[in-house]
Nanobody, 115 residues
Framework: QVQLVESGGGLVQPGGSLRLSCVAS????????MGWYRQAPGKEREWVAG???????NYADSVKGRFLISRTNAKNTVYLQMNSLKPEDTAVYYC?????????WGQGTQVTVSS
């Protein structure tokens, strides 16, 4: 059974930083690409960043240069370091992976950027 558990969300002022973590189980983590998505109130879920099993990363234009995705295979964990946060980054952030053609999501962690 695949499980993804996010943590690290919270309230932060504009310009601040947060680091999200996602611990995965039920998959061969080192072989799986991982990703982060987010969903703001009243909007559709959107892709934020992804990292392949080999460590190749890519980012949505809206977060490029501010967010950094990374992984620690020994801990079955993927991270999202978010810097220079803006109010428009406010959303529920979800960890994502795919195994055997099926999509898996975490429960989400709330990030609120506000003064």
């Amino acid at each position: 059974q695949v499980q993804l558990v996010e943590s690290g969300g919270g309230l932060v002022q504009p310009g601040g930083s947060l680091r999200l973590s996602c611990v995965a189980s039920g998959i061969i983590f080192r072989s799986n690409a991982m990703g982060w998505y987010r969903q703001a109130p009243g909007k559709e879920r959107e892709w934020v960043a992804g990292i392949t099993s080999g460590g190749y990363t890519n980012y949505a234009d809206s977060v490029k240069g501010r967010f950094l995705i990374s992984r620690t295979n020994a801990k079955n964990t993927v991270y999202l370091q978010m810097n220079s946060l803006k109010p428009e980054d406010t959303a529920v952030y979800y960890c994502y992976t795919n195994r055997g053609g099926s999509d898996y999501w975490g429960q989400g962690t709330q990030v609120t950027v506000s003064s």
